[in-house]
């Protein structure tokens, strides 16, 4: 590590002074993603805000039939709220199997919106579910907040403050671990909306989570989960590393889409 500054502001809008006061300051939340990436030396702030402790972000509640999630909710406490297992459980499994323990108790949600690695699991269920991210600014759609690999529509400054999910009729969220690190080697989140239309969202292909359209529409026509093998999944949506190829991670995927259709069933 190297000498920075570390403060822990008591509000929300003391934390954006600090970014406003210096453009080399970061947000700190969960720590998880971060603190490995400075200890490696990848980034250099010049101070920490750490946001993990504002009361402004930790809240679960429901908001119609939906539900809102403030973003220094850690993934261990979405695992646990009954809010969210009532409402969205498949959400709930989805934060109960990120990372281990430690992970899980100090990692938020915000945190890893914010991050949006190829492999994180919750953008899959951010994009599936149509989710919309609220910011110190503005309320983002999830197809407009994600932005490819580790990218988001977040301006400098910009604090992710809640995500708000609306209800869905039935979700599964499937990975396929990498033992070592337990991050996803390919993670499959496919719902089934309020409205009856099909959503699956993919991540762990390495170039940002993203949605299988002709996937959606197949089942939308009332097709089986069976004829999904024939259905295109464009091999341009993945890229392969020592852990496995392209064509084996889209493999992956239509095998794990299809367990996770038909668990909802
Ligand atoms: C060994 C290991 C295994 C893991 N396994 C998984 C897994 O299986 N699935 C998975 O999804 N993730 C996994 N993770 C990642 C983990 O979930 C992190 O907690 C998460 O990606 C980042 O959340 P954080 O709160 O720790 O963010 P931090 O590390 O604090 O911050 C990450 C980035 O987001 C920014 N940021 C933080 N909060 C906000 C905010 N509210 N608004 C705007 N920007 C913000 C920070 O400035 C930083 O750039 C794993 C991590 C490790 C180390």
């Known amino acids: ?39 490696a030396r990848l980034a250099a702030p010049s101070q920490l805000v750490d946001i993990a402790r504002l009361d402004d972000l930790r809240q679960i509640c429901t908001i119609g039939a939906g539900i809102e999630i403030g973003a220094g909710m850690t993934h261990a406490e979405v695992a646990a709220s009954p809010v969210v ?11 109960g199997g990120i990372g281990d323990a430690q992970i899980r ?3 938020t949600i915000g945190g890893s919106i914010a991050n949006n690695d190829p492999a ?23 197809e407009a907040f994600f932005a490819g690999m580790f990218a988001t529509a977040l301006e400098p400054g910009e604090i992710v403050t809640a995500v708000h999910f609306p209800a869905c009729a039935v979700a599964c969220y499937l990975k396929f671990r990498n033992p070592a690190s337990r991050f996803a080697l390919v993670g499959v989140f496919a719902a089934r909306l309020a409205s009856d239309e099909h959503r ?5 292909g390495g ?20 004829g999904l093998d024939t259905v295109p999944l464009d091999l341009a949506n993945f890229t ?17 889409t299809r367990r996770a259709l038909t668990q909802m069933a």
């Not at 269920?125 to 989710?131: E, N, T």
């Not at 170039?207 to 069976?226: I, P, Q, Y």
């Open 1 to 39: 590590m190297y000498d920075l500054g570390y403060s822990r502001p008591a509000t929300l809008a003391k934390a954006l002074e600090l970014l406003q006061q210096d453009d080399l300051a970061q947000l700190v939340s969960g720590g998880q993603t971060l603190m490995p990436v400075l200890r």
């Open 207 to 226: 170039n940002g989570v993203f949605r299988w359209h002709e996937a959606e529409r197949h089942l939308d026509r009332g097709a089986g989960v069976d």
């Open 105 to 107: 108790h100090r990692g």
């Open 200 to 204: 699956i969202a993919i991540i762990g």
């Open 120 to 142: 994180a699991c919750y953008p899959s269920a951010v994009l599936a579910l149509g989710a919309r991210v609220q910011t110190n600014l503005r309320m983002l759609d999830a």
């Open 240 to 256: 392969g590393d020592i852990h496995g190829s392209a064509d084996y991670r889209r493999h992956v995927a239509k095998v794990i």
């Open 85 to 95: 297992r009532a409402h969205l459980p498949a959400l709930a499994a989805l934060a």
